[in-house]
């Protein structure tokens, strides 16, 4: 989506709302199965003595897969827009985005803080305890049956216990 700012570039205190649902063909991260509703952001751009800041909040409803159980869920990621635009970015600045004309890409520019604010590790809760090494089982579900592993240095000393 462009967002055409023609009038509020040189008139500072001027405004431009949008609103966009973002397209998830370059949303892809291997532990989000799907996207039940495509992200929406909503917000402005303001010229603030003639600086470009773009705000808002982007929210994002993702199916998403456990790194630790691999159980499926369901997980809403809101996170709040600040992104300074500029004319030219000499130094190539990854923090700024650049004006095309007097129009933005306002679908990159949000894909891309998406992207950048999209945790690294997906977990169905924050305490998931994760699969059992030996047997598989879901240790959420509740213990397995496997014996707790000894050190391999006491592997004597276990023999001993065994032929008693």
């Given at each position: 989506m462009r967002l055409n700012l023609s009038s509020i570039?040189?008139?500072?205190?001027?405004?431009?709302?949008?609103?966009?649902?973002?397209?998830t063909d370059n949303l892809d991260f291997p532990s989000v199965k799907a996207y039940p509703t495509?992200?929406?952001?909503?917000?402005r751009v303001f010229n603030e003595a003639g600086i470009l800041h773009l705000t808002g909040t982007l929210t994002a409803e993702m199916l998403c897969v456990c790194d630790r159980c691999g159980e499926e869920f369901e997980s809403t990621k809101e996170m709040a827009l600040?992104?300074?635009?500029?004319?030219?970015?000499?130094?190539?600045d990854p923090s700024l985005f650049t004006l095309e004309g007097n129009e933005i890409d306002l679908s990159e520019i949000l894909s891309t803080c998406l992207i950048l604010d999209m945790e690294t590790k997906f977990l169905c809760k924050e305490d998931c305890k994760g699969?059992?090494?030996?047997?598989?089982?879901?240790?959420?579900?509740?213990?397995c049956g496997c014996r707790k592993s000894l050190d391999p240095r006491f592997a004597v000393l276990e023999q001993l216990l065994d032929k008693s």
């Open positions: 570039i040189e008139v500072p205190g001027g405004s431009v709302p949008f609103v966009c649902d973002l397209e495509r992200p929406h952001a909503e917000g600040n992104v300074i635009i500029v004319e030219e970015n000499p130094d190539d699969l059992c090494p030996k047997c598989g089982k879901n240790l959420n579900l509740g213990p």
